[in-house]
């Protein structure tokens, strides 16, 4: 005789589990919205009536190259274009994963291409690509005060309680910051803080003149103070829950800076472009 426990478990298997005919099973939603480059070719009936963009285009090409190995920017003036070469670089550089609002005068709107560290700069009289990390206004506006800091001086609520010692470290970060060192990062994600807290520091630091966003899996916000080298970056998962809060004093958080191994690439990526075109 065999005992039940040799029997095969009741509850499981094919036709054990009923369902109204017809009705459809609901999974949860999985995250989406990551971008990937997808190689895109234009189509172009007369390469000739194009020609001004892609001898632009291969410029920029080896600018990219230029920056890969030295770091060095370059920028490509657009507004003398006729329609039909506008109209290509538009398609053939399309929009990447950083885009930037640049406070000031004048203001201005910043694009990466799909090739990474090619920037579209756009603001009045503003018409240009330039091949960098990141644009250079950026980093020149980036920490001029829209909403100058406050300091300790700021007012504290009844629920300030652990924002004056991490303004401290800030505070003593930003002040001994030497180009080239090593991110500080404050992580409040990890750290006891109440919303007055945060409504402290944001008093105290300030707000700067640039705010960037990464869209990659979820988003990335990136925004200057108005304290010299002090980020505030936000990660959000695809949901838009935040997930990472952090302050970083550095020159530029990496998260929206192009590698140069990223901008060799970019190079390459371009040159295959206009060579099938033409």
Known sequence: MVSNFHMPPTGFGPGSQTHDEGEELD???????????VPHTPEVEDTRAVAPALALLTEIAAA?????????????????LGAASRAL????????????????????RVQESVFAGVWVLH???????EVGPVPQ??????????????????????GVVNAPPIL???????????????PHVVNLTLLPHTEDDLIWLDAALGEGST???????????VTATATDHVWRVQFFNSMDTLILDTFEVTELPEVVRAAPEDLGDSGGRLRAVVESIS
């Not at 670089?89 to 201005?108: D, N, Q, Y």
């Open 27 to 37: 999974y949860m939603a999985l995250p989406s919205g990551m971008r990937t480059y």
């Open 168 to 182: 401290a470290e800030l505070t003593e970060k930003s002040g001994a910051f030497q180009r080239g060192q090593d």
């Open 89 to 108: 670089m538009a398609e053939t550089l399309g929009e990447g994963e950083v885009s930037m609002k640049l406070h000031g005068i004048p203001a201005l």
């Open 64 to 80: 990219c190259d230029e920056a890969a190995r030295t770091g060095l920017h370059a920028e490509f003036d657009l507004g003398g």
């Open 123 to 129: 603001g009045e009289g503003t018409d240009i690509v």
């Open 137 to 158: 206004v950026a980093l020149t506006r980036a920490f001029t005060a829209r909403r100058p800091g406050q300091g300790a001086a700021a007012a504290w609520g009844p």
């Open 211 to 221: 705010v960037m966003l990464s869209r990659g899996y979820g988003n990335c916000r």
